[in-house]
């Protein structure tokens, strides 16, 4: 007890780094013993580490498929960490808080902050039960829709199971599945390729997870206040224009691609096209063999899995509103602006700079980690890019070379997970020194830009 006050004291972007590596470490201590396994053995630290850091971290990547490997108690583990990851783990602190009606302090209402991604304090504690109410009940009634429809495919409580494991995992964009356990490892939603009910309700609670419980929140709210806030406008118009985009974009690129959407009749082609655009959105599950892909159409899912999901959200990458705010600013820069205005509102300077800092620093760390996995793997460039942006968005989407890794390679994507669950901002200012107020200013400097 006395352990925990003395973190809670710590700045709050270093409390969620302790926070998120203290629930994977104990995770992989869980998963590598013999119970957590279906030939009950035990399972290598390396690979138990990867599975925990993918659960928590809501990414999607295995070394070990799901659902063959994992006995149904490591699947349990898997779950809740998938839960703990998604919501956070102060969010579930704060549920246990609530419900031993004890109060939650200063200190705990700015940790939360920098959780939720807020600006303010202000209501703070009403959005987390908000946040709780949504989650569950969203994830309930998707667990429903799943174990009605895979009822027909196997017994009653293996559909219930099913149903839950997979609203849970698709909801919190984790995109982990149990299907590997019919005989086929790593195959993820492939045999619903034309499924319309698995397809939509999946998608379904991956946009709701990627939106952000901000958004939802303030969806719910629009027939009584009958307005939106900005920062839900931003995110409701890039998440709708990046999903279209992708939509067409896999459409025209895979639509007489034989291995992909080629043999598919019209409907399944449309189908499959919003699935694997939407699944960008940090989710990890995929309907058709993206290593089948055409190379033009998996690089444009490497763009589509660095901007991510949304701030607020169980979706990782540099966010929906970092990509609009930095792609409005060049656009306001090109035609001679002085402002950046959004829906008729101007853009305070350090959201702009902020939103320059986010995407430098994870565009260098992304390239970083390429050129590195680049000389410890033997595999092609674009899959190695693949991987990497995979799992810095937490999207969990793969070539098929997460297997295949090395030691070494298992632990960048480690390190990337775990940076792209927190934030590269908030890891930095974890990591580095407490700031301090400059006590003087430089002169001005002028330099030739372009």
Sequence with gaps: ???????????????????????????????????????????????????????????????????????????????????????????????????LRKRISFRERLILQEAMNQNSMEGIVRLIRKVIAYALTIELAGAILFAIRWSFDMPIGKAVYFGLFHAVSFFNNAGIDLFGQFGVPF????????????????????????????????????????RLSLHSKVVLTTTGALVIAGTLVMFIFEFSNNKTLGSMHWGGKILASFF?????????????????LRQATQFFMVILMFIGASPGSTGGGIKTTTFTVLAVAVLAMIRGKEDTVLFRFRLAQERIIKALTITMLSLTLVIIITMVLATTEDQAFLKILFETTSAFGTVGLTLGI?????????????????????????????????????????????????
């Excluded at 030939?39 to 498929?65: Q, R």
């Design 276 to 292: 694997q655009s939407v699944t960008t959105r940090t989710a990890g599950a995929n309907t058709v063999d993206l290593a089948s």
């Design 1 to 99: 007890m006395l352990v925990f006050k003395r973190i809670l004291k710590w700045s709050p972007p270093r409390v969620l780094a302790a926070g998120f590596a203290g629930i994977i470490l104990c995770g992989s201590f869980l998963l590598t013993l013999p119970f957590a396994s279906s030939n009950n053995t035990f399972t290598p630290f390396i690979d138990a580490l990867f599975t925990a850091t993918t659960s928590t971290c809501v990414t999607g990547l295995v070394t070990v498929d799901t659902g063959s490997h994992w006995s149904v108690a490591g699947q349990v583990i898997i779950l809740l960490l998938i839960q703990l990851g998604g919501l956070g783990f102060m969010t579930m602190a704060t549920l246990f808080a609530m419900v």
């Design 187 to 226: 195959v993820s939603l492939t045999s619903y390729a034309d499924d319309p009910i698995v397809n939509i309700v999946t998608m379904l609670l991956i946009i709701m997870g990627g939106i952000g419980f901000v958004v939802i929140a303030d969806v719910m709210g629009y027939r009584n206040t009958r």
């Design 402 to 450: 997460t297997p295949e890794l090395s030691t070494i390679g298992k632990v960048l994507i480690i390190f990337m997970m775990f940076t792209g669950r927190l934030g590269p901002l908030t890891l930095a200012y974890a990591l580095g020194p407490r700031k301090e107020k400059d006590l003087f200013r430089y002169p001005e400097g002028k330099i030739t830009i372009g």
